[in-house]
């Protein structure tokens, strides 16, 4: 629907055409509506139920401050979810000091960050106390998740400068995404292509560190089509730790009166000093990985909505013990290719007794390696370098799905199934029911309470990998678990926030375990681990100050999260090494008319301990010590143009995200990008 607004009355919009879309009017029920169509009246003084009404959605829709967010099967706004949604938007991007879509997610308390590379280069995130290997991770909501290893989940193609928004969802999401979203799921959204604009940035700083990027929007006939290049490098902060990074990503839309076909496509490359990435004993570790991947969905706009979408992933990995100089007794690098497809079908229809979704996935993933999977006949030729791949794995997962959204009053109530199966584990079919209520006190406070089941499959890591510091388990059972959450959320016109207590109970947990500080790791179904916690957000944004281009914003978010296993004699290596607690705080501040600030704080104390490894001292468990960092941005708008300046760890910090690997000390940026519309040349 298009608006207009009288400038003298500040909350009043008169719409000039009804997008007839479920949500349309509904979103903004809490501002004055004039409508040019009177029966439409008759329609808001029904129930909530009475948002069936089902439309031509070609009509682009003006959600006033509300979006689609995709946390259940099918869509909804914001306002109405049920689970605990945090949505980092575009305005926050450009904003924060980060650089790479890994700094980003550290502003997120319930989100564990821990990179052992900078800038992107390689980071293991979960989500309340979860291990990286329990995060789902999906692009534009196409799972994107490595089955090798969730070191590699977040190898993705796209630029932070080429994102619309984070969504991360809190808590189990088996019925919504399938397995693997254990403790949480990322959905990653990309600009959508539209007009025709051309923009560009480029940004240098501390340890040779340099950045570019450029990306194009064009029109042909009803295709809308968005083109990005980056290019990334370091000469790193000590030693080894040097990188290049270069990403190549296509998205593209055709809208027609029947529905919307979405494609996306893209490559990206990473080479990298892995300076004590896997094991300190080996500090000269170096790292390759190649991710190609695509993807086509249809949307249409008919009654009964029908979302059909095939995907595309493949992702090589190079792995050297040794960098240079490798001894007599080391016989080979490790060489990895993955691949991934899979096909989905989902549907959803407004009726008298609500919204119900069903859903279908059918996903194959495949591994060629020589050293994880089962032992080939005959070697199959490899991507470089005459390499031979010895060993293969091949598993398929289907999966059914069952949803359905009532709404009764202030009632909403969403209750759903999945119904899984895996090949090759013997275990038949499983069902991981789940279902979340809320109830709206007042237009602006919401309680919400849920119950989720969810599974998590073994990587081919976990199951396969051996050396002379790892043992693999090909006989791991997939982990399940139980999550149960209340709380209430809050959202005004200046202040969003939630208070949220949970509880999981994780089964035939997955980690890698040893009993002394000198035996290899090996992985196992370990043991029950229930974690419990309670996270907190509230974010103020006064109003605009009208001589300004940005907006204040003040934020405080907090996370308390224990783990409790039963006594054994293992040393864990992953899954009781979480976050215990951890703050964070950021401000942002319009200075002036086109200078603004924004500033962060972020304190973390972790659970759990590391195998400290000392010249001329034998290896001991050491806890992880707590620290503060903060980091700052000034943003200035001229035109077309934008500079800024930025430091991440500005106190110059020492500190640790994973044991043995120290995180760079204050690192100064600067940089400056235009963007060109053709459309309003």
């Known amino acids: ?76 706004i914001f306002p109405e979810n049920t689970r605990v949604l945090y949505v980092i938007d575009k305005a926050e991007i450009e904003q924060s000091p980060a650089t790479s879509i890994q700094d980003l997610l550290k502003q997120v308390a319930s989100v564990d960050v821990r990179q052992r590379g900078a800038e992107g280069v390689q980071a293991d995130i979960s989500i309340r106390g979860g291990t990286f290997d329990q995060t789902l991770i999906l692009l534009n909501g196409i799972n994107m998740t490595d089955p090798q290893t969730g070191h590699h989940n977040l190898n993705l193609p796209v630029s932070l400068s080429q994102i619309e928004r984070i969504e991360v969802l809190e808590g189990p999401a088996a019925r919504i995404y399938g397995p693997n979203a254990f403790s949480g ?21 501390s340890f040779n560190y340099f950045n570019f ?27 080894n730790t040097d990188f290049e990074i270069s990403d ?17 496509a893209g490559v990206g ?70 691949d991934l497809w899979g096909v989905n079908l989902n549907t959803w229809m407004i009726w008298k007794g609500g919204k119900t979704s069903l859903g279908t996935e059918y996903r194959t993933e495949n591994i060629l390696s020589n050293v994880l999977g089962e032992p080939l006949d005959l070697p199959v030729n490899g991507h470089k370098n005459n390499i031979l791949y010895t060993h293969s794995k091949t598993r398929n997962i289907t999966s059914l799905f069952l949803e359905h959204a009532l709404y009764l009053n202030n009632w909403v109530i969403n209750f759903g199934i999945m119904a899984n199966h895996i090949s090759g584990n013997h275990l038949g079919w499983n069902f991981f029911p789940g279902v979340d209520v809320s109830y709206q006190i007042r237009q602006s406070l919401r309680l919400v309470a849920s119950w989720n089941s969810s599974l998590r499959m073994p990587t081919f890591t976990d199951l396969y990998y051996s050396s002379p510091t790892n043992i693999g388990n090909p006989d791991l059972k997939p982990e399940k678990s139980e999550t149960m959450e209340g709380g209430f959320k809050i959202r ?29 790791w090996q992985s196992m179904n370990h043991t029950k681990i229930h974690s419990k916690g309670a996270e907190f957000t509230l974010q103020v944004m006064p109003e605009n100050n009208q001589n300004t281009k940005q907006q204040s914003s003040y934020q405080i978010s907090y996370l308390f999260n224990v783990l409790n296993k039963k006594e054994t004699p293992y040393i864990s290596h992953y899954v009781l090494d979480n976050l215990k607690h951890k ?43 707590p620290f503060w960092l903060a980091d700052v941005k000034v943003l200035y708008h001229l035109n077309k143009f934008q500079f800024f300046v930025s430091a991440n760890n500005l106190l110059n910090k020492e500190y640790f995200d994973l044991g043995n690997v120290p995180q760079p000390g204050r690192w100064m940026k600067a940089g400056v990008s235009f963007n060109l519309n053709f459309d309003n040349e």
Request: net charge positive; aromatic share 12%; charged share 20%.
């Open 1 to 76: 629907m298009k608006h207009s607004r009288n400038k003298t009355e500040k909350n009043r919009f008169i719409f000039r055409k009804w997008a007839r879309k479920l949500y349309a009017l509904f979103s903004v029920l809490k501002t004055e509506v004039k409508i040019c169509v009177i029966p439409v009246i008759y329609c808001l003084s029904l129930p909530v139920l009475s948002i069936a009404a089902e439309p031509d959605s070609t009509i682009v829709h003006y959600g006033l401050d509300e979006i689609e967010i995709s946390a259940s099967r099918a869509p909804s």
């Open 185 to 205: 799921a990322i959905n990653i959204i990309t600009l959508q292509p539209r007009g025709n604009r051309l923009s560009a940035q480029a940004d240098a700083g």
């Open 213 to 239: 990027g450029v990306s194009a929007n064009f029109c042909t006939g009803k295709g809308n089509h968005l083109l990005t290049a980056n290019r990334k490098s370091s000469s790193g902060y000590t030693e």
């Open 248 to 264: 190549l990503f296509y998205t593209g839309q055709a809208i027609t009166p029947k529905g919307n076909l979405q494609v996306q």
């Open 269 to 338: 490359e990473k080479g990298f000093g892995a300076n004590s990435f896997y094991t300190p004993v080996y500090p000269n570790q170096y790292e390759q990985v190649r991710t190609m991947f695509s993807s086509a969905r249809w949307i249409s706009n008919s009654k009964f909505h029908v979302t059909p979408a095939i995907y595309w992933r493949r992702h090589f990995d190079t792995f050297m013990l040794f960098r240079d100089h490798s001894p007599d007794l080391y016989k080979n690098h490790n060489f990895h290719r993955t």
């Open 492 to 520: 005004t016109e200046k202040i969003r926030g939630h208070l949220i207590l949970f509880s999981r109970l994780g089964k035939n947990t997955i980690d890698w375990i040893r009993t002394t500080e000198n035996e290899p």
């Open 583 to 625: 703050l964070t705080v950021s401000v942002t501040q319009p200075i002036s008319g086109h200078l603004s600030a924004g500033i962060g704080f972020t304190f973390q104390d972790r659970a759990g301990s590391f195998t400290l490894y000392e010249t001329d001292n034998p290896p001991r468990e050491t806890p992880y010590p």
